[in-house]
């Protein structure tokens, strides 16, 4: 639902051709953000991309590193990613997340993220550990 529909999302502003939209969490300080534009290549390009881990940092300049900490089935992984500080205000984070991919008749292909622990893939020195409530 909060991938396809507009309820509740506030469309602030446009960068380099992706419509950011943004919606707080009601009773927190959370802000979500998503994304809109089109991209030219088919959904499983996209997903290769998003898989790639060494190539990762061509496309997120906060990305500083991340590995497979388990590799559960072919659609289901956990995770763990370390991202540098957006300012000086705040630490950089790392995240520790389930993700589960899922491929519809149609092509589309929902690719999903959750926070989780993992006794792999304990806390990082000098990082504080992100939560994800729902990314993808």
Same mark, same amino acid.
């Given at each position: 639902q909060?991938?396809?529909?507009?309820?509740?999302?506030?469309?602030?502003?446009?960068?380099k051709?992706?419509?950011?939209?943004?919606?707080? #969490?009601e009773?927190?300080?959370?802000?979500m953000?998503?994304?809109?534009?089109t $991209?030219?290549?088919?959904?499983?390009? #996209?997903?290769? !991309?998003?898989?790639?881990?060494?190539?990762?940092?061509e496309?997120?300049?906060?990305f500083?590193?991340?590995?497979? #900490?388990e590799q $559960?089935?072919?659609?289901?992984?956990?995770?763990?990613?370390?991202?540098?500080?957006?300012?000086?205000?705040v630490?950089?984070r790392d995240?520790?997340?389930?993700?589960?991919?899922?491929?519809?008749?149609?092509?589309? $292909?929902?690719?999903?993220? $959750?926070?989780?622990?993992?006794?792999?893939?304990?806390? #990082?020195?000098?990082?504080?550990?992100?939560?994800l409530? !729902?990314?993808?």
């Amino acid at each position: 639902q909060l991938c396809v529909s507009d309820d509740g999302w506030e469309h602030p502003k446009e960068k380099k051709g992706v419509k950011i939209h943004m919606r707080s #969490v009601e009773g927190t300080a959370i802000v979500m953000l998503r994304g809109v534009t089109t $991209i030219p290549n088919t959904a499983e390009e #996209v997903l290769a !991309a998003t898989e790639d881990l060494s190539k990762r940092k061509e496309w997120d300049e906060l990305f500083i590193e991340g590995s497979v #900490v388990e590799q $559960i089935d072919a659609d289901h992984q956990v995770l763990q990613f370390k991202f540098k500080a957006p300012s000086r205000m705040v630490y950089p984070r790392d995240f520790v997340m389930s993700r589960g991919i899922r491929r519809k008749e149609d092509g589309t $292909i929902i690719s999903n993220h $959750i926070a989780c622990e993992h006794p792999k893939a304990g806390e #990082v020195k000098g990082y504080v550990r992100g939560q994800l409530r !729902a990314s993808g």
